[in-house]
């Protein structure tokens, strides 16, 4: 059973830092199989990242995935104050699976 | 574009059955898997199980025992239904299309539908 692991759990940065996010499988995984969302407080998560890098659709090119086997990075390169939100990543594999979510707040 | 709306009962009785309906609108329930997430406060989210129009299903293992998620194509619904509930069971129920490509693997979840707090209390 593939368990996700999503590094830190609370990231605090300043508007227009990068933030660099880190979701780890316990076993290596197809990139295709990884997205990412984003989620806001009182809202539903928002698809951002799927196949790993692939943004989708209206994401703005700040947003960036990449990785392989089990270790996989979502990076945001200059945080604007609407991109303060939790981040999960999922994997596919027999049935879909969400890691724990990484928070980005403003320090 | 597709839009999908939860409802149900906000409040559900320890060890009765939750029930949650999700309306497709702007687009036909059929050729696509549709799914339930949870996340109770304050936590994180939780897949609860997929329907493919057809009627295959998909549940969490950790739920299966409670869970059935049927599909009513001639309402563009499908449905929840979720067993014995306790206070765990507590949680914003999400209902969300989830496209996946057999080939590629490619998967994602969306649209969501806004969410719908059920609370299990006595």
């Known amino acids: 059973e593939i368990v996700l692991t999503q590094s830190p759990g609370t990231l605090s940065l300043s508007p227009g830092e990068r933030a660099t996010l880190s979701c780890r499988a316990s076993?290596?995984?197809?990139?295709?199989?990884l997205t990412w969302y984003q989620q806001k407080p009182g809202q539903a998560p928002r698809l951002l990242i799927y196949?790993?890098?692939t943004r989708a659709t209206g994401i703005p090119d700040r947003f960036s995935g990449s990785g392989s086997g089990t270790d996989f990075t979502l990076t945001i390169s200059r945080l604007e104050p609407e991109d303060f939100a939790v981040y999960y990543c999922?994997?596919?594999?027999?049935?879909?699976?969400f890691g724990p979510g990484t928070k980005v707040d403003i320090k | 574009q597709v839009q999908l709306q939860e409802s149900g009962p906000g409040l559900v009785k320890p060890s009765e059955t939750l029930s949650l309906t999700c309306t497709v609108s702007?687009?036909?329930?059929?050729?696509?898997?549709w799914s339930w997430i949870r996340q109770p406060p304050g936590k994180g989210l939780e897949w609860i199980g997929y329907i493919y129009y057809s009627g295959s299903t998909n549940y969490n293992p950790s739920l299966k025992s409670r869970v059935t998620i049927p599909v009513d194509t001639s309402k563009n619904q499908f449905s929840l239904k979720l067993s014995s509930v306790t206070a765990a069971d507590t949680a914003v129920y999400y209902c969300?299309?989830?496209?996946?490509?057999?080939?590629?693997?490619?998967?994602?979840?969306?649209?969501w539908g806004q969410g719908t707090l059920v609370t299990v209390s006595s």
């Open positions: 196949g790993a890098s």
């Open positions: 969300a299309r989830f496209w996946f490509g057999e080939l590629s693997g490619i998967n994602w979840f969306d649209p």
């Open positions: 076993q290596s995984v197809s990139s295709n199989s």
């Open positions: 702007g687009g036909s329930i059929s050729s696509y898997y």
């Open positions: 999922q994997q596919y594999g027999s049935s879909p699976l």
